[in-house]
């Protein structure tokens, strides 16, 4: 492997990423899906963590574009150079750039394109700080080698390049060490639609953030932004952070939402799961998305409106869905929703007051639950166990009592 | 066969490009011919060495198709 001349590295674990326009060649959610599993590829093997941005500037600016596209390396047609990217640094530094007169494929077998996965796992190797390798069969080799992408895996040569940049993953693996049950094959969300090209900011100072810590699981003041069942599971999410607890192992795992769903952003409102259609809905702001295991299901994000929110509702604080009833209830800020998972519409007579029918939880809530008869009400550091039936206040405990604390 | 001439030079002028993107080859306007020539075999060599091609410093047939394989846009070798 090596390296660009004086090294440059990211001085962060936490880089953002942005993409700015998509190919005609290939739909959007496979495009989002090929970056962010190329993003993955390098996380895996590093304490890089990768956020996707939807707007101004992001560390790595991804485009496509043809000929002369605002830097010095014009691109050169079909065939030739297929792509290129700038090392870490301020502006253009980490960009990549693909050239959209290549015919891009999430395939490998039919020569009819190049794979965008491959090549852009490439690039983004170049946006952290390495440059080519003289080993046939490492990612950082240039010249372009069709290879299956089904379970990718990198060379010796390129972790032991990456590893010399960043050194390895943290303990706490940011992979999840066991998959979900039954899983599809991963559908990723259509983003936004292609933007400006090359919008050129004035080139950003690196600031070295200090990267979130995941907070401990037995951290008395431990607080969640939402929580949901998935397939007889409990994840709990924080930020960026997922705590997993399953009833097939004794420990609780730790991942990021990003190794699950690589294209979704951090920082849920709410989520919760309709068990009967293997379905779980997740909440940011005034959009949500549906996935199915590890699969996004397209056509998502979709804003809250469509459930029947009034405009006034910009977001929600948290979700819980009553597996008996099949109600959904929806919670924002001192009253409360109630939808009907089976006419998929909000049932007259909401909202209601929050405290007329949940007396002693209190609002906002920040996440709920549903488990064994109870709902489960998060409230900061404080957790409510509500008898569904009676809806009367059972228990107050920790938020984090579900962690063996 | 031996290659036709026009051929030759459109292939010397490819191998040029390709070079100065690649190699960092940059071609000095000399008066001895033969120390350009020099200068781009000494490039040749290190793009041969590179890809783990025979090392001769000649524009041959492999080195060539090495060269017309699609590729990242970022030099092998820099300055």
Known sequence: YSTFPHRPTWKKEDVTYRILNYTPDMLQADVDEAIARAFQLWSSVTPLRFTRVYSNQADIMISFAAGFHGDFYSFDGPGGTLAHAYAPGGGIGGDAHFDEDENWTKFTTNNAGYNLFLVAAHELGHSLGLSHSNVFGALMYPIYTPTDTRNYQLHQDDIDGIQALYGPPKESSALPTKAFPPQEPTEMI??????EMFPREEPTEMTPSKPPQR???CDPHLTFDAITTLRGETLFFKDSYVWRKSPYFAEIEHDTIFSFWPSLIAGFDAAYEVDNKDRVLFFKDDQYWAVSGYSIQSGFPKPIQNLGFPASVGKIDAAVHDQNTRRTYFFVGNKYWSFNENTQSMERGYPRMIAADFQGIGYPIDAALQKNGYFYFFRGTNQYEVDIKKKKLSRVMKSNSWFNC | FPVAPEKEKEDMQ??????????????????FKAKDLNHMSDKIREMQSFFGLEVTGELNHKTLDMMKQPRCGIPDVRS
């Open chain 1, 190 to 195: 259509p983003a936004e639609a292609p933007t």
């Open chain 1, 215 to 217: 907070p401990d699981d």
């Open chain 2, 14 to 31: 490819f191998a040029k490009k390709y070079l100065e993107n690649f190699y960092d080859f940059k071609e000095e306007k000399s008066l």
